[in-house]
């Protein structure tokens, strides 16, 4: 069964500055992160690519889920475990053919209908939201709300990470529809305790699972 994994931590160096993408996926797999996403959309395609193998050694070593958010190309040069892809990036059906079965392949989405497709095209999980307002993302849209949320869980037979907003006070809630797990940007890389607050979420995932 592929790794999934249930916290998805997205690293980011442009809300904060004060640690790499390489040291926030350190701080977050020491705090309990089983995923890890590398999540960039500027710069130099040769620099990601190094910045990318850095990370997937690290999350090999650790038996963590490595994943590119976006780019393909730095995924198949750096031997990612797979991709997150967004409705308007890369297609899943043809990323699966460069990445092969293995692969770990998310797709976005913010309704049924794009969970549908995400289904469809051959995604192993989907990353639903914004379930809460978010500014990590410029381009996530309004609050989709857990009542949504726990419709995508009911009807779409794949694992759904719930995305956007998400927070120590609030996971309780999502993990209550049903979700396979969340992802978070801020909510890690944006603390002044990384890894503390991996360390939070993680302890509340797994209050939930053992409840």
Do not use: W
């Amino acid at each position: 069964m592929k790794k999934i994994g249930k916290l998805h931590v997205l690293t980011d160096a442009i809300l904060q500055t004060r640690y790499s993408h390489l040291e926030l996926a350190e701080l977050a797999i020491a705090g309990g992160a089983d995923a890890i996403q590398f999540r960039q959309k500027e710069g130099s395609t040769r620099e990601m690519i190094c910045v990318a193998e850095e990370m997937q050694g690290l999350c090999r070593r650790a038996g963590v889920t490595f994943l590119v958010n976006d780019r393909v190309d730095v995924a198949i040069a750096a031997h990612a475990d797979g991709v997150h892809l967004g409705q308007s990036d890369f297609p899943i059906h043809l990323a699966r053919k460069l990445l092969g079965d293995e692969a770990v392949i998310g797709g976005s989405a913010g309704n049924l209908e794009e969970a549908r497709k995400c289904l469809a095209e051959g995604a192993d999980y989907v990353g639903f939201g914004p379930v809460y307002a978010t500014t990590s993302k410029n381009d996530a849209g309004s609050a989709s709300g857990l009542g949504l949320l726990g419709q995508i869980v009911r009807e779409i037979p794949l694992p759904i990470i719930a995305i956007g907003g998400i927070t120590a006070d609030n996971i309780p809630l999502v993990m209550e529809t049903g979700a396979y797990g969340v992802a978070v940007i801020s909510a890690v890389c944006c603390q002044s305790d990384p890894l503390d607050a991996a360390r939070c979420l993680r302890g509340l995932l797994e209050a939930e699972r053992h409840v």
